[in-house]
């Protein structure tokens, strides 16, 4: 029997929405305040998580055609790239380095080779999270 | 002024621990999982809710931050907590879960029954 749940999915387009604004915000907010790269992957695998659990699998993917697996790579990649960047300046692996930009809309911010690591952190997460959650539903492995 | 403000936290803050308090009540003394679902999603949802505008309004007006992650925070549970509910006793109740022997009807038996026919 096809149960109409009308409702849930009608908040679920609404909620995701909330979800990933919230998680970009962690992401943005790890240096100076509770948050960052990790947080961040979890609490968009979890919103991709309720996507999956509201909608049919299939429908998922057609929206999302991401391979996880290949997120999860990238997000190693970028990690220990900006680790080999810092080689290439002649420092030590894995320097950090900072500076001041000024940017049109948002006026004085900082920007670090931080952010990089952890956005190969959060790919990370995020492709990993999704890659168990997702081969564990399907069951039969592909 | 500080007074005021401070009465409206105490005042925020008390009627969301009241209503918390009998979500917990409601929770024990309700007959069956259709009538906790009902205590547990609203009475909760206004308890948090009230904590949560005391929690903001303490930091904007007395700590001087304006948090605009409660704000999300108090629209997200707002519209999920009922959700919540919701759900839970459309299981219950696709799952076979007897209401209590004082229900007089059943609405959605019929369309169950009609749908389950149908099939």
Same mark, same amino acid.
């Given at each position: 029997m096809r149960i109409n749940d009308v409702i849930l999915r009608t908040v679920v387009r609404f909620v995701v929405f909330i979800i990933l604004t919230l998680a970009i915000y962690l992401f943005f907010a790890g240096h100076y305040s509770p948050? *960052?790269?990790?947080?961040?992957?979890?609490?968009? $695998?979890?919103?991709? /998580?309720? @996507?999956? =659990?509201?909608?049919?699998?299939?429908?998922?993917?057609? *929206?999302?055609?991401?391979?996880?697996?290949?997120? $999860?790579?990238?997000? /190693?990649? @970028?990690? =220990?790239g900006t680790g080999f960047g810092s080689v290439l300046f002649g420092v030590d692996f894995l320097t950090q380095a900072a500076k001041k930009f000024h940017i049109p809309l948002l006026g004085e911010k900082e920007l670090g080779t931080v952010m990089l690591f952890e956005l190969?952190?959060?790919?990370?997460?995020?492709?990993?999270v999704m890659t168990i959650i997702v081969s564990i539903a399907e069951g039969d492995g592909d | 002024m500080t007074?005021?403000?401070?009465?409206?936290?105490?005042?925020?803050l008390l009627l969301g621990t009241f209503f918390i308090v009998m979500t917990a009540v409601g929770l024990v003394r309700f007959p069956d999982a259709y009538t906790r679902a009902h205590a547990a999603s609203k009475s909760a949802t206004l308890g948090v809710l009230f904590?949560?505008?005391?929690?903001?309004?303490?930091?904007?007006q007395i700590e001087g931050t304006y948090n605009s992650r409660i704000i999300l925070g108090i629209?997200?549970?707002?519209?999920?907590?009922?959700?919540?509910?919701?759900?839970?006793?459309?299981?219950?109740?696709?799952?076979?879960?007897?209401?209590?022997?004082?229900?007089?009807?059943?609405?959605?038996?019929?369309?169950?029954?009609?749908?389950k026919r149908s099939l």
């Open positions: 948050g *960052g790269g990790f947080i961040g992957g979890l609490v968009i $695998a979890s919103a991709f /998580v309720l @996507l999956y =659990v509201t909608f049919d699998i299939e429908k998922v993917k057609k *929206g999302i055609p991401v391979d996880f697996k290949k997120v $999860a790579a990238l997000g /190693v990649f @970028l990690a =220990v190969g952190v959060a790919l990370t997460v995020v492709g990993v | 007074i005021l403000i401070n009465s409206v936290i105490i005042l925020s904590i949560l505008i005391g929690v903001f309004i303490y930091f904007w629209v997200f549970i707002f519209i999920t907590g009922p959700i919540g509910g919701h759900i839970m006793a459309r299981a219950a109740y696709f799952s076979g879960v007897k209401p209590t022997e004082r229900t007089v009807r059943d609405d959605l038996k019929e369309e169950y029954e009609r749908k």
